[in-house]
């Protein structure tokens, strides 16, 4: 995802359906431990390198030392976005070094609050991407979703148990989570064990406008607290002042309906604080941990416009103000793209939280 360009890629990905191709490979094996990144009893690739300094605005400094949860109640059921370095149109099913890093910094703090399940999947790549573009054929996106969706349905039939699940993805691995919702959950006799889902990154999932619940998904809700069970998280990050004319995420389809947004930092709506997980900077000291975790310095808040509704984060006045300023320029993945990048590491704190309050809710329940 480099280009301007890639934006219609993503954009027709989303549109279920589609362009979807007659004829697939034959699908994964689930039931091997080789087709997930992760997995209960197999997440050491997951859990390790995560321990992360916090630092406040006022410069404070105090070591975060990161546990997995011995018996978390609920599962994480996670799909990575488009990582995958290979120069062939769909990736194998190799755990490659770039989809375990990606893995282990989206996901691997759920393990905190959740078993995590990560399964690997044959996904368009970038190089695939480019491909389709100069070549005016259709976007062969069922091949990835057919693995998520087999992987999805191994993990129901076989470690499930009616345990509360949630669905977590990212750009590529939302769009295939959507639909996976959309077919498999949304009004199915999954969706009494879906807990919450956590979609970043996403051109557009559509409600009516005023509404929660009725576009996209005809009976999973949009989230109003953190406390709700059964409802969706969706989102994408743009600083406070982007004012690019063609954004590529929460763009709101008309005809009644309009891009839906739920910050995990403000489930209620309004601004929230955000909880950030950032790689180190480089002029962190050397004994430092590979991670800071940022509380106090950022805010984020969907707001709409002309265009849809997405998230604007502001960089809140502090010591690190004017670095951090600089950090999210920095981030910015070019015209229309704003901090997609940073769509899981943003809200990751935040994130948490919500697991905690929806596991609390879904144990009563």
Same mark, same amino acid.
């Given at each position: 995802?480099?280009?301007?360009?890639?934006?219609?890629?993503?954009?027709?990905?989303?549109?279920?359906?589609?362009?979807?191709?007659?004829?697939?490979?034959?699908?994964?094996?689930?039931?091997?431990?080789?087709?997930?990144?992760?997995?209960?009893?197999?997440?050491?690739?997951?859990?390790?390198?995560?321990?992360?300094?916090?630092?406040?605005?006022?410069?404070?400094?105090?070591?975060?030392?990161?546990?997995?949860?011995?018996?978390?109640?609920?599962?994480?059921?996670?799909?990575?976005?488009?990582?995958?370095?290979?120069?062939?149109?769909?990736?194998?099913?190799?755990?490659?070094?770039?989809?375990?890093?990606?893995?282990?910094?989206?996901?691997?703090?759920?393990?905190?609050?959740?078993?995590?399940?990560?399964?690997?999947?044959?996904?368009?790549?970038?190089?695939?991407?480019?491909?389709?573009?100069?070549?005016?054929?259709?976007?062969?996106?069922?091949?990835?979703?057919?693995?998520?969706?087999?992987?999805?349905?191994?993990?129901?039939?076989?470690?499930?148990?009616?345990?509360?699940?949630?669905?977590?993805?990212?750009?590529?691995?939302?769009?295939?989570?959507?639909?996976?919702?959309?077919?498999?959950?949304?009004?199915?006799?999954?969706?009494?064990?879906?807990?919450?889902?956590?979609?970043? !990154?996403?051109? /557009?999932?559509? =409600?009516?406008?005023? @509404?929660?619940? %009725? *576009?996209?998904?005809?009976?999973?809700?949009?989230? #109003?607290?953190?406390?709700?069970?059964?409802?969706?998280?969706?989102?994408?990050?743009?600083?406070?002042?982007?004012?690019?004319?063609?954004?590529?995420?929460?763009?709101?389809?008309?005809? !009644?309906?309009? /891009?839906?947004? =739920?910050?995990?930092? @403000?489930?209620? %709506? *309004?601004?929230?604080?955000?909880?950030?997980?950032? #790689?180190?900077?480089?002029?962190?000291?050397?004994?430092?941990?590979?991670?800071?975790?940022?509380?106090?310095?950022?805010?984020?808040?969907?707001?709409?416009?002309?265009?849809?509704?997405?998230?604007?984060?502001?960089?809140?006045?502090?010591?690190?103000?004017?670095?951090?300023?600089?950090?999210?320029?920095?981030?910015?993945?070019?015209?229309?793209?704003?901090?997609?990048?940073?769509?899981?590491?943003?809200?990751?704190?935040?994130?948490?939280?919500?697991?905690?309050?929806?596991?609390?809710?879904?144990?009563?329940?």
């Amino acid at each position: 995802m480099r280009s301007f360009a890639l934006a219609a890629v993503l954009l027709a990905l989303s549109a279920v359906g589609a362009t979807a191709q007659p004829s697939t490979p034959p699908l994964p094996d689930y039931a091997n431990p080789a087709a997930w990144v992760c997995r209960p009893g197999e997440e050491t690739a997951c859990t390790t390198g995560l321990d992360a300094m916090v630092i406040t605005a006022d410069g404070a400094r105090t070591p975060q030392t990161f546990q997995p949860a011995a018996d978390p109640p609920i599962d994480c059921f996670y799909v990575y976005p488009t990582v995958s370095q290979e120069p062939t149109a769909y990736a194998d099913m190799a755990a490659s070094p770039e989809v375990v890093a990606t893995v282990r910094s989206q996901a691997g703090r759920l393990t905190s609050r959740c078993r995590l399940y990560a399964p690997i999947y044959r996904q368009l790549t970038s190089a695939g991407l480019d491909q389709i573009l100069g070549s005016n054929r259709p976007i062969d996106w069922s091949r990835p979703y057919a693995d998520v969706r087999a992987a999805w349905r191994w993990y129901m039939a076989h470690d499930n148990h009616g345990r509360g699940v949630v669905i977590v993805g990212h750009s590529q691995g939302t769009i295939l989570l959507q639909q996976l919702i959309a077919e498999e959950i949304d009004g199915k006799p999954a969706q009494k064990r879906l807990v919450g889902a956590f979609l970043a !990154g996403d051109p /557009a999932l559509s =409600v009516p406008h005023g @509404a929660r619940v %009725g *576009g996209t998904f005809k009976s999973t809700p949009l989230c #109003a607290a953190a406390g709700e069970v059964g409802c969706v998280y969706v989102w994408a990050d743009y600083v406070a002042d982007d004012a690019d004319a063609h954004r590529l995420f929460g763009h709101s389809p008309g005809g !009644g309906l309009v /891009a839906g947004c =739920v910050s995990p930092a @403000a489930p209620g %709506g *309004g601004a929230g604080s955000l909880k950030a997980y950032l #790689a180190k900077p480089e002029e962190a000291p050397d004994g430092d941990p590979p991670w800071i975790e940022l509380v106090g310095q950022l805010s984020a808040q969907c707001q709409a416009d002309a265009q849809g509704h997405v998230v604007r984060v502001s960089v809140l006045p502090g010591r690190y103000q004017a670095r951090l300023t600089a950090r999210l320029e920095r981030s910015a993945s070019g015209s229309g793209w704003g901090l997609h990048r940073l769509d899981m590491g943003l809200p990751q704190g935040n994130i948490l939280d919500v697991l905690a309050a929806e596991s609390a809710a879904w144990t009563r329940r």
